[in-house]
């Protein structure tokens, strides 16, 4: 059974950081495409960022420069480290595994990240 479980997501201040983990089962991390999503209240869910199986990344426009994806393949890990974070991106942040072989997705439960001002 793949399992995506996110964690870090809080409430902070604009321009304050946030590093969101998710760990996944040992069955899927290393042959997926891992990714970030978010959905904001009333909004479609978004691509945020996204990390091939050897590390190369895309970003949306909305986060380039602020937001980095990484993956640690010997913990089973991605992360999202969020820096200078703004109103907007207020949201529940999911983690999504897509498999490269067959294109099934998996998603993480959600976590929530609020950014006040």
């Known amino acids: 059974q793949v399992q995506l479980v996110e964690s870090g997501g809080g409430l902070v201040q604009t321009g304050e950081s946030l590093r969101l983990s998710c760990a996944a089962s040992?069955?899927?991390?290393?042959?997926?495409?891992m990714g970030w999503y978010r959905q904001a209240p009333g909004k479609q869910r978004e691509l945020v960022a996204r990390?091939?199986?050897?590390?190369?990344?895309n970003y949306a426009d909305s986060v380039k420069g602020r937001f980095t994806i990484s993956r640690d393949n010997a913990e089973n890990t991605v992360y999202l480290q969020m820096n200078s974070l703004k109103l907007e991106d207020t949201a529940v942040y999911y983690c999504?595994?897509?498999?490269?072989?067959?294109?099934?997705?998996?998603w993480g439960q959600g976590t929530q990240v609020t950014v006040s001002s």
């Open positions: 999504s595994g897509s498999n490269i072989y067959n294109r099934a997705t998996y």
């Open positions: 990390i091939t199986v050897d590390s190369s990344t």
């Open positions: 040992r069955s899927i991390f290393s042959i997926a495409t």
